[in-house]
Nanobody, 113 residues
Framework: VQLQASGGGLVQPGGSLRLSCAASGRIPSGSDMGWFRQATGNQRELVAQITSGGSTYYKDSVKGRFTISRDNAKNMLYLQMNSMKVGDTAVYYC????????WGQGTLVTVSS
């Protein structure tokens, strides 16, 4: 199974983007999934997580601004990002929380005026 994130781009501070993650194969519906990001010079970090049952977790700095969701029937994962900040600039990736699959190329999100 390969994961491909898309939907990144250039957005001004305060703007919004919606990221999508498509799986080339079926991801077990019981897998907890997450969005990760890696800014230049930093380690990759978990931004948002969603369990198979729909429970969510967010990094403190994105709480109230980002929303993670999933569509198991379509093997899709989403991240709605609102009120974006310069500090959200990074390459965003999707993956399982445990038993991670090979990392895809990610999608670059740049927040800048």
């Amino acid at each position: 199974v390969q994961l491909q994130a898309s939907g990144g781009g250039l957005v001004q501070p305060g703007g919004s983007l919606r990221l999508s993650c498509a799986a080339s194969g079926r991801i077990p519906s019981g897998s907890d999934m997450g969005w990760f990001r890696q800014a230049t010079g930093n380690q990759r970090e978990l931004v948002a997580q969603i369990t198979s049952g729909g429970s969510t977790y967010y990094k403190d700095s994105v709480k109230g601004r980002f929303t993670i969701s999933r569509d198991n029937a379509k093997n899709m994962l989403y991240l709605q990002m609102n009120s974006m900040k310069v500090g959200d600039t990074a390459v965003y990736y999707c993956n399982k929380i445990s038993g991670q699959l090979p990392w895809g190329q990610g999608t670059l999100v740049t927040v800048s005026s």
